[in-house]
Every structure is written in C-alpha cells, then in structure tokens.
C-alpha cells in the first residue's frame, strides 16, 4: 500500500538530493560517484545505512510501485554519504561496467527485499495497522 510524506519531511530533500551544481562541483562529484557506485560493498553498506537514516524518504517512495527502487536507494547511498546530488550519481551509473552494475543491484534488491519484509511483517510503531491508518498527511 502506497504512503504518502509530504516532501519537506523527506530527509533526502532536505539534503540537497535534488540541487544542481556548477560545472566545477559536478566533475568532482563525478568522479567520486563513478568511484564509490563501482565499488558495490561499500555501496551496499551506504544503502543499508541510507534505508536506515532516512525513514521518511525510504517510506514514501519504497511503497511506491513506480518508483525504481533500485535505482533510488543508490541515488540516496550517494547523496548521504557524500552529499551528491541525483543527476550526478546517473551520470556515474553510465560509467560503469555491466558487471559492476548487476552487483550494485544485486545488492540494492537485497536491501530493498529486506525492508519489505519488515514493513509488511513490523507489528509496531508507524506500520501498525498500517491499513487503518490515514496514509496522507498535509502537516505544517
């Protein structure tokens, strides 16, 4: 079941995930980005953090069934652990070779498969009842 946050409440927003850069920042972030997407273990770790850190984010957009999941968490792993902004860490993913992408998946789907198994099966806190609950929510 989809679950709507409102977007000031997701952590990578709040981040910066979504800015843009100047030409100078972007070949830094680049470079960084091809460096750290191809290296799938601390990738991997860097997603389990991710998934861990940013509840608001991981929660609106990993019960949405459009969304490519695999892609996204990857998408966060950089922005927390280096702050780099979502286009660049695309730009990267083209860099690299089909074997280091298929491991940085691999390894995205597993954490991915893991919080779905909690959400669906967590009995307490926010997915208690989770049907129940009123799924959007205009704070201010």
């Not at 989809?2 to 997701?10: C, F, L, T």
């Not at 910066?16 to 799938?40: C, P, Q, Y």
Request: aromatic share 12%.
């Amino acid at each position: 079941m989809r679950v709507y946050k409102p977007y000031w409440e997701w952590e990578d927003f709040k981040n910066g995930m979504w800015r843009r850069v100047n030409k100078k920042e972007e070949s830094v972030f680049l470079e960084k980005a091809i460096e750290f997407t191809g290296d799938h273990v601390r990738y991997g770790n860097a997603m389990k953090v991710v998934i861990d850190k940013w509840k608001n984010t991981m929660l609106n957009t990993l019960t949405n069934s459009s969304v490519n999941k695999r892609a996204f968490l990857g998408h966060c792993a950089c922005s927390l652990e280096f702050n780099c902004p979502e286009y660049i860490t695309r730009m990267a993913w083209k860099e690299l070779t089909d074997k280091q992408r298929e491991l940085a998946d691999s390894i995205a789907q597993k954490h991915i498969d893991n919080w779905i198994n909690e959400y669906t099966s967590n009995s307490t806190g926010l997915r208690k009842n989770l049907g129940k609950q009123m799924l959007l929510q205009w704070d201010s």
